[in-house]
């Protein structure tokens, strides 16, 4: 009876002692983006800060910006496989995860970046857009509003008819591909790392992002005009591996999670003002900002506003996720 007693009495010192372990192991995330100096490497610094002060140091972030873990395809996949902690970029990137992302590529769904910034912050609207690769290996936590897309090509856009027989790379959905067909223009879907030099070798004829893309990588060695038509949002969305996350004790996994709303609200709010200079940077890089006029617009808005009611009129959970998104974008 000494002898069982001693046993059990050890047994339970032992799992106290591994359970006290577990508990002070320490994390390491990994955290990419394919860009560099800008809101979405932002998001990222800015996230570190939160979840080493969240969890006592039990987490430690490594920052890999400018497509350092590879392509964002790739970045994707090491989410779902677990050799990635923490990604964020697009939300249409995650199309070939959840085509749900793909909503945001939707022209016309916002009217500016105030309007989309208010519609992501909204409580059930941004749980939703966490929740999307969850049953996928991908847990969101985090997401915001960028800037709206601009047009950069070689043989500059000025007018809608200069749209037509232009090759111009988009992100990856199905909405996008519509949405240049619309314009007369053919899309290219291509990782951001692939862009530069595809213009450089004529390989596309144009590009769109916000506009701190084409200034912090310097695509006025490409193309000095910019084209300001105001139709389709930037949305980034952060995600964290979930076979990752199911390792994390549970004080960490909300860690995890209270770190990333932390970090969008401030990033929101860097966003901004980070935006609101990047014309004036273009410009002083040697670069030259068009605005469409009034009446060219208008023939954008008019060939693209039901872009996003023709491409998912016939996948019924796209389509309800899309009203959604319109419908709270509305109430803002």
Do not use: C
Not at 127 to 142: F, M, P, S, V
Not at 200 to 210: E, K, L
């Amino acid at each position: 009876m000494k002898s069982s007693f001693r046993l059990t009495v050890m047994g339970a010192v032992l799992a106290v002692a591994f359970g006290s372990s577990a508990a002070a192991q320490n994390f390491t995330m990994k955290f990419g983006t394919a860009t560099v100096n800008e809101p979405q490497h932002e998001y990222i610094k800015l996230y570190k800060e939160e979840i080493e002060k969240a969890s006592g140091g039990r987490i430690k972030v490594e920052i890999y910006p400018q497509s350092q873990l590879g392509p964002i395809p790739r970045q994707i996949e090491g989410l779902q496989l677990g050799t990635i902690e923490a990604f964020i970029g697009p939300a249409d990137f995650y199309v070939g995860v959840d085509k749900r992302y793909g909503v945001f590529s939707a022209p016309i769904l916002f009217r500016d970046r105030k309007n989309a910034a208010a519609a992501l912050a909204d409580p059930e609207l941004n749980k939703a857009i966490l929740a999307l690769g969850t049953d996928k290996g991908l847990i969101g936590i985090g997401t915001f509003a960028y800037a709206a897309h601009d047009y950069l090509a070689k043989d500059p856009i000025r007018t809608f008819a200069d749209f037509k027989g232009k090759k111009i790379r988009v992100n990856a959905t199905p909405i996008e591909r519509e949405a240049m067909a619309r314009l007369g223009a053919t899309a290219s879907p291509m990782p951001l790392n692939e862009v530069l030099p595809a213009l450089q070798r004529n390989v596309i004829d144009g590009t769109r992002s916000a506009i701190s893309i084409f200034v912090t990588l310097k695509y006025q060695d490409v193309s000095k005009l910019v084209t300001v038509t105001n139709d389709t949002m930037l949305v980034p969305v952060a995600t964290v591996s979930k076979p990752w996350f199911d390792k994390l004790p549970a004080d960490l996994q909300k860690a995890v999670m209270d770190a990333g709303a932390a970090a969008e609200k401030r990033t929101d709010a860097f966003t901004g003002e980070f935006m609101a200079g990047m014309p004036k940077r273009w410009v002083e890089s040697g670069g030259e900002i068009f605005v469409m006029p009034a009446a060219e617009q208008a023939k954008v808005a008019a060939a693209l506003k039901t872009v996003g009611d023709d491409v998912t009129k016939d996948d019924p959970p796209v389509k309800a996720f899309f009203e959604r998104v319109r419908t709270t974008a509305a109430k803002h």
